[in-house]
């Protein structure tokens, strides 16, 4: 199956990995699957431990509060959704979605929310369902954005928020550069000693591809904004980490 060329896909087909769309979505649940169980530590790893504070953080920002009904997708082992969960909690809930049983596994043993294997591209919701969508770290995985922007405008409800949260491809040649040595080689080989999995070496590895080959924020902007949502706002922190908030009309 090769890409529709009218899609807009976060970034080439890395022949590295796999040669078309069905190898891709083969690689990818076989990888998150494979390395499920070190996930968190190489999480820790990549955001240097800031990872909980700033999800909750940025939660927070883009105006999640008590009450609210969530959609977290590309769940994964639930660092979002647990950010989330304290801050809606106990009147709001929180729902996850991945297609990686190995990640969904990991999440159940630790987050008493409702899990749902599937992908972003086919959520299996209704329409208007939730007040806030989020996905962190995920944007990239997905086959074409607007599709993807499409379904999350159709389940959250009029006036409903939408969070992205991503690494960002450093733009100065400084920062490239340190992105690849840390993201590229540091990262990968720490994630190979602490956990012993070559997987997680290769997991790490992709990431930084996946980064490097990323699309622009102004096309992740522009593919939201074509979705119909309105306030798009994109801002970047220290060169590295992305955000994106948008509310439905
Ligand atoms: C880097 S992890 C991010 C996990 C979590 N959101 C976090 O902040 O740590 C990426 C997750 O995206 C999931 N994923 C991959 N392709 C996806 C898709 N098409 N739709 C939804 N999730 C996807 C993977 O299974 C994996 O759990």
Same mark, same amino acid.
């Given at each position: 199956?090769?890409?529709?060329?009218?899609?807009?896909?976060?970034?080439?087909?890395?022949?590295?990995?796999?040669?078309?769309?069905?190898? /891709?979505?083969?690689?990818?649940?076989?990888?998150? $699957?494979? *390395?499920? !169980?070190?996930?968190?530590?190489?999480?820790?790893?990549?955001?240097?431990?800031?990872?909980? %504070?700033?999800?909750?953080?940025?939660?927070?920002?883009?105006?999640?509060?008590?009450?609210?009904?969530?959609?977290?997708?590309?769940?994964?082992?639930? @660092?979002?959704? !647990?950010?989330?969960?304290?801050?809606?909690?106990?009147?709001?809930?929180? *729902?996850?979605?991945?297609?990686?049983?190995?990640?969904?596994?990991?999440? /159940?043993?630790?987050?008493?929310? !409702?899990?749902?294997?599937?992908?972003?591209?086919?959520?299996?919701?209704?329409?208007?369902?939730? $007040?806030?969508?989020?996905?962190?770290?995920?944007?990239?995985?997905?086959?074409?954005?607007?599709?993807?922007?499409?379904?999350?405008?159709?389940?959250?409800?009029?006036?409903?928020?939408?969070?992205?949260? $991503?690494? @960002?491809?450093?733009? !100065?040649?400084?920062?490239?550069?340190?992105?690849?040595?840390?993201?590229?080689?540091?990262?990968?080989?720490?994630?190979?000693?602490?956990?012993?999995?070559?997987?997680?070496?290769?997991?790490?590895?992709?990431?930084? $591809?996946?980064?490097?080959?990323?699309?622009?924020?102004?096309?992740?902007? @522009? @593919?939201?904004?074509?979705?119909?949502?309105?306030?798009?706002?994109?801002?970047? %922190?220290?060169?590295?980490?992305?955000?994106?908030?948008?509310?439905?009309?």
């Amino acid at each position: 199956m090769n890409r529709d060329p009218r899609q807009v896909s976060p970034h080439p087909i890395l022949r590295e990995y796999y040669q078309d769309e069905t190898q /891709r979505r083969r690689f990818l649940t076989q990888i998150f $699957d494979d *390395t499920a !169980s070190h996930y968190d530590r190489i999480a820790g790893l990549m955001s240097l431990g800031s990872g909980a %504070w700033y999800r909750r953080f940025a939660l927070r920002r883009a105006g999640l509060t008590k009450g609210m009904k969530v959609l977290d997708v590309a769940v994964g082992t639930g @660092a979002v959704a !647990s950010a989330a969960a304290g801050i809606v909690r106990p009147s709001g809930a929180v *729902t996850g979605l991945d297609p990686s049983a190995g990640m969904l596994g990991q999440a /159940r043993r630790k987050l008493g929310i !409702s899990l749902i294997q599937g992908v972003a591209e086919r959520l299996p919701f209704r329409e208007g369902a939730f $007040d806030f969508l989020s996905m962190g770290y995920a944007v990239r995985h997905v086959v074409d954005l607007r599709h993807t922007f499409g379904e999350y405008f159709r389940v959250l409800r009029s006036g409903g928020v939408l969070l992205i949260l $991503d690494f @960002a491809r450093p733009r !100065s040649r400084v920062g490239l550069g340190l992105g690849r040595f840390y993201l590229g080689r540091a990262v990968p080989w720490m994630a190979r000693l602490s956990s012993g999995s070559k997987e997680a070496q290769i997991l790490t590895h992709y990431c930084w $591809d996946t980064l490097e080959t990323l699309v622009p924020r102004e096309t992740i902007m @522009a @593919a939201i904004a074509s979705s119909g949502f309105e306030d798009a706002k994109g801002r970047s %922190w220290f060169g590295l980490l992305s955000e994106y908030v948008a509310r439905k009309p």
